[in-house]
């Protein structure tokens, strides 16, 4: 059973339109993360939520937001996209308990910007 | 932020054993150590996870010294399966991912 999903699997968008993914867990985890990955390289981290605290990574760019509005869903909003910001987008959730956690990912989605 | 050094790419055979390192000499005191795999187009997936000493699960083990400054996770007898992205964390809260190891099992 797919405990973290990311919807859409693929987005397609032109460039500067904005575009919003979505995550979704059924873990009922504490945090949830958003992950850019590209091509052969690893997943950088974005930014986080502990519960309703954001946790914004110094070098994000301004134009990527996120929200959750709830404990299970969390949105990465980007609000011009740029041939840049073409990447995975991964999702993932930790229990909060602190050390000896683990990171549960959902598929991603993978963002084509045109 | 603890920060993870790996090599950058492993070649193996079938049926080898493949031990891969990886260096966190900044870990902190509660912190452990957790591996992940993962394969392309997908969502890393975790392996195994430990503290000190040694951790054997039904797909690998991890092999933590003393000092707790490096890891090694090893995994017995490597089919074609198991070529992928490996990934070592450490961390609470906060994880950030270092340059992964490219495994590469070939027939």
């Not at chain 1, 968008?13 to 059924?26: D, H, I, R």
């Not at chain 1, 052969?40 to 959750?68: G, I």
């Not at chain 2, 890393?44 to 003393?66: D, H, M």
Request: with cysteine; net charge positive.
């Amino acid at each position: 059973d797919a405990m973290v999903i990311q919807n859409p699997r693929y987005q397609v968008t032109q460039f500067g339109k904005p575009v919003t993914l979505s995550c979704s867990q059924t873990l009922n985890h504490n945090v949830m993360y958003w992950y850019q990955q590209k091509s052969s390289q690893a997943p950088k981290l974005l930014f986080h939520y502990y519960d309703k605290d954001f946790n914004n990574e110094a070098d994000t760019p301004d134009n990527f937001q996120s929200r959750r509005p709830n404990t299970s869903f969390c949105f990465l909003d980007i609000r011009s996209p740029g041939l840049g910001d073409a990447a995975m987008y991964l999702c993932a959730t930790s229990s909060g308990q602190g050390s000896g956690e683990k990171l549960f990912f959902g598929s991603g989605t993978q963002l084509s910007v045109l | 932020l603890a920060k993870t050094t790996q090599p950058i790419s492993m070649d193996s055979y079938e049926g080898q054993e493949v031990n891969i390192t990886c260096s966190h000499n900044n870990i902190a005191t509660n912190d452990y150590i957790t591996w992940y795999q993962q394969f392309p187009s997908q969502g890393p997936r975790f392996i195994i996870q430990g503290y000190k000493t040694k951790v054997t699960n039904e797909v690998a083990s991890l092999f933590i010294p003393a000092d707790r400054k490096s890891s090694t996770l090893s995994l017995p007898r490597v089919s074609l399966s198991d070529t992928a992205v490996y990934y070592c964390l450490s961390g609470t809260y906060k994880y950030i991912f270092g340059t992964g190891t490219r495994l590469k099992v070939l027939a």
